[in-house]
């Protein structure tokens, strides 16, 4: 390691963000060492490309086996990599699954928050070392109320959290800003809205919405259940988002910030852009848990030309339900609508998203034809393919 090079620590590297944010730090020079979970197999797909052989000279990213639930293990490996930065990106944060892990998830996405400052502080790298807590527009559980005079969600507004995960988050903020209060520490909270992009986590309902929607373009499943079709999302690209990470650890005084698109969508709009993407165009009838997604008409050249298919699927019909409501997917308490403020981010940080809904679908759809179309081809070949479900 050069002398003067930056050095980095990133709780859930093999995590979506995790792994745009290795990479980006990786580009500006960083050292940048991970911590994963232990598990018997693999699970580091995302972040493989980025491993090379560790008796290579010049190796500028390791990993380290390690869990938020550890204390002892995360005050090694802090100590043993004296880190400049730390990007606390670990957490259980699937938001229907914590109310059915409540505990699990204060201990990780809570307490574990509070491990990752008291090591620092425990090792005296208060001054050294800085540190990004990776907060969450669920905090603010979508309460018509709190927003902002212009209908927004911003760095003032009151949190109210609607889940098991948003009431841990909630605790990872406040200890946060605690310790930056209480010790000096450059320790700050970004309020991050929904990001998404091809590496999402396979349940979330936008991965979920463009795995289906390719599939079913593929004739791979024949419909997509879904929950509430009326939720709002301030949806933007992961890419995006971890660049606004590291500006909020390069500024001069620690503060937290909400960054978000300031932009918001339906999950039914979401569904449409997704399957409009291989020519696929759809209408929704009925109401409540009855509402339906109909393929209403098939634009044949878009569809040959992004699933390599001369003809529809032969599951496709113009006319046929392509889209159901499951109630098992409603959340016991539901947030509608979410649309953050970036004011801030975009005038203290200057930063600015460089992707839109509709290329962030694009890429997210491209990338699922793609995954699905090599599926094809193994099952042509008399191969198994993997069948994952909820």
Known sequence: MKTNQKVALITGVTGQDGSYLAELLLEKGYMVHGIKRRASSFNTQRIDHLYVDQHENQVNFKMHYGDLTDSTNLIRIIQETQPDEIYNLGAMSHVKVSFDSPEYVANVDGIGTLRILEAVRILGLEKKTRIYQASTSELYGGMQENKNAQGFYDENSPFYPRSPYGAAKIYGFWITKNYREAYGMFACNGILFNH?????????????????????????????????????????????????????????????????????????????????????????????????????EIDQVLYQSTTGNENPAANLKVNSIVVKIDPAYFRPTEVDLLIGDPTKSKTKLGWEPKYNLQSLVAEMMAEDVKLFQRDLHLASGGHLTNRQAE
Request: glycine share 8%; charged share 25%.
């Open 196 to 296: 998404e992009s091809p590496r999402r986590g396979e349940t979330f309902v936008t991965r979920k919405i463009t795995r289906a929607a390719a599939q079913i373009a593929l004739g791979l499943q024949t419909d997509l259940f879904m929950g509430n079709l009326d939720a709002q999302r301030d949806w933007g690209h992961a890419k995006d988002y971890v660049e606004a990470m590291w500006r909020i650890l390069q500024q001069d005084i620690p503060e937290d910030y909400v960054i978000a698109t300031g932009v918001t969508t339906r999950v039914r709009d979401f569904i449409q852009m997704a399957f409009a993407q291989v020519g696929l165009h759809l209408r929704f009838e009925g109401q409540g848990i009855e509402e339906v997604g109909i393929l209403d």
